[in-house]
């Protein structure tokens, strides 16, 4: 099976601390996404990567950035925390063209106080 | 972007009762798939459905892609259905979620 990992489960924050997030997959997909899910509004896009060095936008990127140096790590950085960006981070990751979907890291609450 | 409605937003029911939960969504998509959050936080996939109807065990899943909604069935319903439900759709490779069903199976 493959497997996302999230490093951290839970993670406690200042404002304006850099934040970075780390996700790492084991089985070789192209793909890698961030979301954030905060209740009532679901998971939302924030960044995702097709390949080594390439980002797109997701649907709510202002106040993160995302680093692929290599393929199977997808970091999300918060340049600057805020206290609304306290929520619960989700990685995944699938494989181009793949009919199976994707695979979930099991997420990271992150509290900006 | 593609918007994804769920309803209901909440679902309680009894051990044993069967449900319906939908999901209605606004273009035409690749890939239809429903997920279970279970109360760990940890997204499971339930089904990769663009159309048609598939089943797994007490669950099951329609998709009606030229009415653009799909459905989830739970049956005989028990505690370890509760959690989220997604739908989730795909049109350019990244998926769009829906809000969720929160669904409390109480014995």
């Known amino acids: 099976d493959v497997k996302v990992t999230q490093s951290s489960r839970y993670l406690v924050k200042r404002t304006g601390e850099k934040v970075f997030l780390e996700c790492v997959q084991d089985?070789?997909?192209?793909?890698m996404f961030w979301y954030r899910q905060d209740p009532g509004l679901g998971l939302r896009l924030i960044y995702f990567?097709?390949?080594?060095?390439?980002?797109e936008k997701g649907d709510i990127p202002e106040g993160y950035s995302v680093s692929r140096e290599k393929k199977e790590r997808f970091s999300l950085i918060l340049e600057s925390a805020s206290t609304n960006q306290t929520s619960m981070y989700l990685c995944a990751s699938s494989l181009w063209g793949s009919v199976y979907g994707y695979t979930f890291g099991s997420g990271t609450r992150l509290t900006v106080v | 972007g593609i918007q994804v409605e769920q309803s209901p937003p909440d679902l309680i029911l009894q051990e044993g009762a069967n449900s319906t939960l939908r999901c209605n969504f606004s273009?035409?998509?690749?890939?239809l798939q429903w997920f279970h959050q279970n109360p760990w936080g940890q997204l499971i996939n339930l089904f990769y459905?663009?159309?048609g109807t598939k089943q797994n065990g007490r669950l099951s899943a329609t998709t009606v892609a030229t009415e653009r909604y799909s459905l989830l069935y739970i049956s005989s319903s028990q505690t370890t259905d509760s959690g989220v439900y997604f739908c989730?759709?795909?049109?350019?490779?990244?998926?769009?979620f829906g809000a969720g069903t929160t669904v409390t199976v109480r014995a």
């Open positions: 990567s097709y390949d080594v060095k390439m980002k």
């Open positions: 273009d035409s998509v690749n890939n």
């Open positions: 089985m070789d997909h192209e793909n």
């Open positions: 989730a759709v795909d049109a350019d490779y990244k998926l769009s």
């Open positions: 459905i663009p159309s």
